[in-house]
């Protein structure tokens, strides 16, 4: 009598020993079999997600660099006249040298600079190809105006002033460029949160629904919960935490 | 109140104090002229009465389809009922939140014929699982389920998963995990129906037991063989009660 009343309080120290090393298993635990499918398509809409952020935020940055770059500059382009041609080429020179000096001093100017004449003929190739062109074809001088950062300045007052001196000069303060280019960004910016929201809400959708079926698939489990007095948001909270984890998994995964 | 109970197969002493139910209890059940129908069917259950005391043990009796599931289904707050009154803990049914019934059930164990154990769970957690839901660590309650699974026999199968248990194990799982919250009230659906005579009596015999420490209980049966002497039986046919008769007055 003595020897199995010893026998089983070994047993029961054996099982109790055995319990406590045994970790508290998940009421709903992960199933590779069913969660698999959901797991891929939550692998790809956050890879797409991925996807589109880079292309928004990098869209963005060169959208404000382009714009930066345009507002905060001009150009001026001082013509030859029809007597500069040939033999007087040099008066071009002058003018661009005079017309330099009149710009700088402005007061939201910060560097004027003669551009050299590669940049007017690389301005012909379009027209003219890559065939050399004569020494005596008259070509525009441009002059590459910055200006301080957050300044502007008026291209027709600008150009007032080149003309009271004598010097016939147009000159693009790239305003059009400006617009064009923010409406293109614009355009593309909200056709990126566009995308982005889309696959926001098809990220949702995907797990109402997988939320549902694993309702269904569960439906013996959440039986029992209820039959054990388990509240609606203990379920609700099984359910997801289950496919939060899928996400933060698929998150992972990239 | 702490009392000792000798388990008959393994014969350790282990502390059932925590069985017995509170003695001012509120756990009656009365039913007034309580009718139950689905859409557009005819009354599964019409003009039903009756009252249970608390700490009484209730079988009820009835041929298939008779409503003896349905009537079990009401009290434990599975439906509700279609027209009359119900009375559960004091409180009339029909005033009672939804919110307040996951509570409740928490107050009653029910066990039934399919047993609804979660297969990917051990015995040892399937008999847990209540405690877990009501926010309880593992630490509080380990000796307590220990224990339990050793007073209905299943000590060694703790580890084990459902697929691999008998019936009658299984049965024994469902009804310790019924009973581990100590609940007031206990509900069984045709407990024996999937297990042999031999296993039935025992499982009765625990049923027995378990109303002794104070639990009301309740149990829908058609094996009215394994109905003891001195018990209180609510006989339905055709969803109205026909009787209210003692054990041994059965044939």
Redesign the interface.
């Known amino acids: 009598m003595v020897s199995k009343l010893t026998d089983m309080s070994k047993q029961h120290a054996e099982l109790t020993a055995n319990t406590q090393a045994m970790k508290t298993q998940p009421i709903l635990p992960y199933d590779k079999k069913n969660d698999r499918p959901l797991f891929m398509v939550l692998v790809i809409l956050a890879f797409l997600a991925t996807l589109t952020l880079l292309a928004t935020a990098s869209g963005y940055r060169a959208a404000v660099g382009w714009e930066n770059n345009l507002q905060g500059r001009l150009t001026v382009q001082i013509k030859p006249s029809a007597t500069l041609a040939g033999k007087t080429a040099d008066k071009i020179d002058d003018k661009a040298e005079r017309a330099k000096t009149i710009l700088a001093e402005l007061a939201p100017v910060n560097l004027v600079t003669i551009l050299p004449s590669e940049h007017s003929k690389a301005l012909l190739k379009p027209w003219l190809g890559d065939a050399p062109l004569p020494d005596d074809l008259p070509l525009p001088i441009l002059l590459d105006v910055q200006l301080n950062p957050g300044q502007t300045l008026d291209a027709k007052q600008a150009a007032l002033l080149l003309s009271d001196a004598g010097i016939r000069a147009d000159i693009d303060d790239h305003s059009q460029w400006n617009k064009e280019i923010k409406r293109t960004t614009s355009a593309a910016l909200l056709l990126s949160y566009l995308a982005l929201g889309l696959i926001i809400i098809a990220s949702i959708a995907a797990s109402i629904f997988a939320t549902r079926a694993g309702l269904t698939s569960q439906r013996r489990l959440m039986d029992v919960l209820h039959q054990v007095g388990a509240p609606p948001d203990y379920t609700a909270r099984l359910l997801s935490t289950r496919f939060a984890t899928s996400g933060f998994r698929a998150q992972w995964v990239l | 109140m702490k009392r000792q109970n000798k388990h008959k197969n393994?014969?350790?002493h282990i502390n059932i104090s925590q069985q017995i139910p509170n003695a001012e209890s509120d756990a009656n059940i009365h039913f007034e002229r309580v009718g139950f129908r689905y859409d557009r069917e005819g009354e599964i259950l019409s003009d039903v009465s009756f009252s249970l005391p608390p700490k009484s043990m209730t079988f009820i009796i009835g041929p298939s389809g008779a409503g003896k599931s349905t009537l079990l289904k009401l009290i434990?707050l599975n439906m509700r009922q279609s027209r009359g009154h119900i009375t559960l803990f004091g409180r009339d049914t029909s005033q009672i939140d939804r919110?307040e019934i996951?509570?409740?059930?928490?107050r009653m164990g029910?066990v039934?014929q399919d047993f609804?154990?979660?297969d990917?769970?051990?015995v040892?957690?399937n008999v847990a699982?209540?405690l877990?839901?009501?926010g309880r660590k593992?630490a509080d309650y380990?000796?307590d389920v220990?224990g339990l699974l050793?007073w209905v026999g299943l000590?060694?199968r703790?580890?084990a998963l459902p697929p691999t248990l008998s019936g009658g194990e299984k049965q024994r799982a469902a009804i310790a995990?019924a009973v581990i919250?100590k609940p007031d009230i206990l509900i069984a659906d045709e407990p024996t129906g999937n297990v042999d005579g031999d296993m039935g009596r025992r499982l009765i015999r625990l049923f027995t037991e378990l109303n002794r420490l104070g639990t009301t209980t309740i149990i829908a049966t058609h094996n009215t063989a394994l109905i003891p002497e001195d018990a209180n039986i609510l006989s339905i046919e055709h969803g109205q009660v026909t009787g209210t008769i003692s054990g041994e007055q059965i044939d």
Do not use: M
């Not at chain 2, 996951?102 to 928490?106: G, I, S, T």
């Open positions: 393994t014969g350790l434990y919110k996951p509570a409740l059930k928490r029910i039934l609804r154990l979660i990917h769970l051990s040892f957690e699982l209540p877990r839901v009501a593992r380990e000796d220990l050793k000590g060694h703790a580890h995990r919250t």
